[in-house]
């Protein structure tokens, strides 16, 4: 069964706005790592946090980690067209070497 | 840096035939590399994960008669669909880990049509 659970499914917004994914998950985890897909690609990763971090930033991403709620959230701020992707978020659990679960993910469309 | 690739991009072959995937870090030595599975409009399915000089450890439900996968060095993965046929047609991704990462990095992915 899938570990990682991300809501919306899909989100459509407008360039410029910000858009919040959500994803949990059920296990103990080392850590979580949020990915993106543009259709047809490869997966690129966009930012990692462990179980002991509550918040990261990188540019325009910030990710939270709440590990009571095993819930993270990935926002990106001031969209742009080029946002449009599929993310992911992966769990990497606790004694599963480093392997990575992934969740259903969720379709972003930033409109122009 | 952190470059992976895979080769081919895209094959199409018969019901029946085999088909080799390669899967090679660029610039850096993968001590462990993973394949997934992933079918349209869903998520990736890990196959088998893969440690150099080492025998593949599957995940449940894949056949490791089927889907063969060698880790001859540490830059170089295979993945060798063995007697092929149209289920087994989906997107085929690899990613490498260095040892001291915690940091999968994906190759690009390969398209596999079987007719």
């Known amino acids: 069964s899938q570990q990682g659970e991300e809501d919306p499914q899909a989100l459509s917004i407008q360039e410029g706005e910000n858009a919040t994914m959500n994803c949990s998950y059920k296990t103990s985890i080392n850590n979580l790592q949020w990915y993106r897909q543009n259709s047809g690609r490869g997966l690129v990763h966009l930012i990692l946090?462990?179980?002991?971090?509550r918040e990261k930033h990188s540019g325009r991403l910030r990710v939270t980690l709440d590990t009571s709620k095993k819930s993270s959230s990935l926002l990106i701020t001031a969209s742009r067209a080029a946002d449009t992707a599929s993310y992911f978020c992966?769990?990497?659990?606790?004694?599963?070497?480093?392997?990575?679960?992934f969740g259903k993910g969720i379709t972003l469309s930033v409109r122009p | 840096g952190a470059v992976v690739s895979q080769h081919p991009s895209r094959v199409i072959c018969k019901s029946g035939t085999s088909v080799k995937i390669e899967c090679r870090s660029l610039?850096?030595?993968?001590?462990?590399m993973f394949w997934y599975r992933q079918f349209p409009k869903q998520s990736l399915m890990l196959m088998a994960t893969s440690n150099e000089g080492s025998k593949a450890t599957y995940e449940q439900g894949v056949e490791k008669d089927k889907f063969l996968i060698n880790h001859a060095s540490l830059t170089l993965s295979t993945l060798t669909v063995t007697s092929a046929h149209p289920e087994d047609s989906s997107f085929y991704i690899c990613s490498a880990m260095r040892g001291d990462q915690e940091t999968q990095y994906f190759g690009p992915g390969t398209r596999l049509l079987v007719l």
């Open positions: 946090i462990r179980s002991n971090e």
């Open positions: 992966a769990t990497d659990e606790t004694g599963a070497n480093s392997k990575l679960t």
């Open positions: 610039d850096f030595q993968a001590t462990t």
